[in-house]
């Protein structure tokens, strides 16, 4: 695949002039649900990098995806598609095939955890429907993938899929995040089974957006409030283009030696200890919060207090 050099230099909205770094590129974006969804920003940033870009949609969010895409600059096509029927997946590839003559590269922008799923304890959530999680959040990403070894060139593709840092255990993601687990495996054995096709497979660990899925999640807000003390670069939970630019960059000919990988595009948060800041509204003077957090922790050998030198906030995930 022969790509134009990306260009750079600011745009009116302050974001590096992209145009041409995906050029002639045919691109299916699935999981488009609202103008939200993480997909709906990525089709945007690929279309305006030069990509010729379908979309597919949950049949139930059909109509809300096409409303959100005629906001483009140049509306797409929608095809409708539940990404856990081996049938509708046929009818999705052929779809495609018609409408752009083949398949550069896919985007996976699917999850789905029942609610009982999420939030407690993993001990106390019902196990009978782990089932729908895994093949909506999981099975359907190595899906995509035979459906971009089909309809690709010989010159080869790019799968990118959409994962949340599952390197460690969450506060109540439970059984999501266990999927997020999978996948980030799936995406190795991908890369693994793909790459002799020259076709890469790669996950952009995003940090967190409002989306419907995730403000779906109980206690969301908590880990909202995590990135907020945590992130070096901060975080702007409403901007799912910073997502999207990093999958543009992997689906691109930039990225033409990298696969198996996991981008992180969390503000930096996955690359920090502890949390850098106090919340809002707690002290900022830190031996003030040394003496809220630990007035009451005492050496059992002599008594004197610890020298604890990082302040310690209730409900810290990090
Ligand atoms: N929002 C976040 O904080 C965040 C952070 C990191 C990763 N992600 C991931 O980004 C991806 C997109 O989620 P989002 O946050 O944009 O939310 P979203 O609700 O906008 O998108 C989720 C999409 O999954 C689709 N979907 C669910 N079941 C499906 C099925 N059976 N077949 C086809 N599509 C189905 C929904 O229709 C929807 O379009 C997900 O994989 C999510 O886990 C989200």
Not at 96 to 118: C, F, N
């Amino acid at each position: 695949m022969t790509r134009a050099a990306p260009s750079s230099g600011p745009q009116a909205d302050g974001r590096l002039d992209t145009g041409g770094r995906l050029d002639g590129f045919r691109l299916l974006v699935t999981g488009i649900a609202t103008a939200d969804s993480i997909a709906f920003a990525t089709a945007r940033s690929a279309q305006r990098a030069g990509a010729r870009v379908v979309a597919s949609a949950f049949p139930r969010d059909g109509d809300r995806a096409r409303q959100a895409v005629s906001t483009l600059d140049d509306p797409i096509p929608v095809v409708e598609c539940d990404a856990t029927s081996a049938g509708d997946l046929d009818r999705l590839g052929t779809s495609v095939d018609e409408l752009l003559g083949g398949l550069d590269g896919v985007v996976h922008a699917i999850a789905y955890a029942p609610t009982e799923l999420l939030g407690g304890t993993l001990l106390d959530a019902p196990t009978d429907r782990v089932g729908i999680a895994f093949t909506t959040s999981v099975v359907s990403y190595v899906a995509l993938g035979r459906l971009l070894a089909e309809l690709a060139p010989a010159a080869g593709g790019s799968l990118v899929g959409l994962d949340f840092d599952a390197s460690g255990a969450w506060p109540v993601y439970n059984w999501m995040g266990i999927c997020k687990a999978a996948l980030e495996s799936a995406n190795r054995y991908l890369a693994r089974d793909l790459g002799p096709r020259r076709i890469r497979a790669n996950l952009v660990a995003a940090g967190p957006l409002h989306t419907r899925a995730a403000d779906a999640i109980p206690g969301f807000g908590h880990l909202l409030e995590a990135w907020e003390t945590t992130a070096p670069l901060g975080w702007d939970p409403t901007d799912a283009a910073v997502a999207a630019e990093a999958v543009c960059f992997l689906l691109s000919e930039a990225a033409a030696a990298i696969t198996g990988e996991i981008l992180h595009v969390d503000g930096g948060y996955h690359a920090m200890a502890a949390p850098l800041r106090p919340m809002a509204g707690e002290p900022t003077d830190p031996s003030a919060a040394r003496t809220t957090a630990h007035d009451e922790v005492t050496d059992v050998d002599d008594g004197r207090p610890f020298d604890m030198t990082l302040p310690v906030r209730e409900g810290a995930t990090r």
